[in-house]
């Protein structure tokens, strides 16, 4: 089976009809009804079970759905590699950059790593860590600025100087008794977020309650949590910038500080390069490329792709 008959066959399973994946596929209906019929019998069963109200997955269809999609993502990021290699010297670099830093670190690290990689097109992103930890998985991304510790299977390298300082927030008053903030909601940081030990430790230091699980909510994002807060009147763990932002009220007496790395998922980019993007603060870096490079622009032409 060629990936193109495995591109149709999962067309059907997203819209459950022959005639709408035969229009996305650009076949006639006939001809994807043959396509079907060719695969389940070498597959030796049925895929899907056929009515007036369309085509829905049998149990060995739905067994099976997720192993097609890993071939068509393998298949996908074959074919990019291969559109890559062919033209020498203008491999692609995908970095994830970590909307929860500073726009002007973002700004500094896109021209440190231009630098460093001046032979890759460079595309860059932004989203938060857990996004892009699933970039890094999924999407076949190079590089990722993540917050929080190493992730065990994940190579990273420490941003010297770069934290992240995080902070309990409510929308109340700064002199808001303990006792009256234990009755709010609180926004609890998902496991896999990098501010759940974060949370813990605010927890230990007595500013939330251990037991209030039925006013607990589960949040994997910054951005959400800073509407919950507002919204629900809850409490909340979000970095300080984002808390005075937003005109948040900041716990007293508590902050957590945590270190940002950048994750490889390239083995082809050596440790020197990689190196040479964190080896001094990017501050003091960048404007000693200023100074060195004035027209720095003229000399070669840049490619870069910045995606939101």
Do not use: W
Request: charged letters at 25%; hydrophobic letters at 40%; proline letters at 5%.
């Amino acid at each position: 089976m060629d990936s193109r008959t495995l591109r149709n066959l999962m067309r059907i399973v997203q819209t459950g009809s022959l005639s709408a994946a035969a229009e996305h596929s650009c076949l006639t209906v006939q001809a994807l009804a043959a396509q079907l019929n060719k695969v389940e019998e070498q597959f030796g069963f049925r895929l899907f079970r056929r009515s007036n109200k369309g085509l829905t997955l049998t149990p060995q269809g739905t067994e099976l759905t997720p192993y097609m999609d890993r071939v068509l993502i393998a298949t996908r990021q074959m074919e990019e590699k291969v559109e890559a290699l062919k033209v020498p010297g203008q491999r692609t670099l995908k970095v994830a950059l970590n909307t929860t830093l500073a726009p002007d670190f973002n700004r500094r690290l896109i021209g440190r790593l231009i630098e460093v990689f001046p032979d890759y097109q460079m595309e860059f992103s932004y989203a938060e860590s857990m996004e892009n930890l699933s970039k890094l998985k999924n999407e076949d991304f190079d590089l990722a600025v993540l917050i929080g510790p190493q992730r065990p299977g994940l190579p990273s390298i420490v941003l010297p100087e770069v934290q992240v300082q995080v902070v309990g927030a409510h929308c109340g008053q700064e002199n808001d008794p303990l006792t009256l903030l234990g009755n709010k909601f609180q926004v609890r940081p998902a496991e896999d977020c990098p501010y759940s030990h974060s949370f813990l430790r605010f927890l230990d230091a007595g500013l939330g309650n251990h037991e209030n699980s039925q006013r607990t909510i589960y949040s994997c994002s910054e951005t959400l949590t800073l509407s919950l807060i507002t919204q629900m009147d809850a409490v909340g763990m979000v970095s300080r910038e984002a808390a005075q932002k937003n005109g948040l009220t900041i716990f007293p007496g508590f902050e957590d500080f945590l270190e940002v790395r950048l994750a490889v998922n390239n083995p082809d980019l050596s440790g020197q390069a990689l190196n040479d993007v964190v080896d001094l603060p990017l501050h003091e870096r960048a404007e000693r490329n200023v100074r060195s490079r004035p027209n720095r622009h003229t000399e070669k032409e840049v490619f870069a792709e910045i995606r939101t």
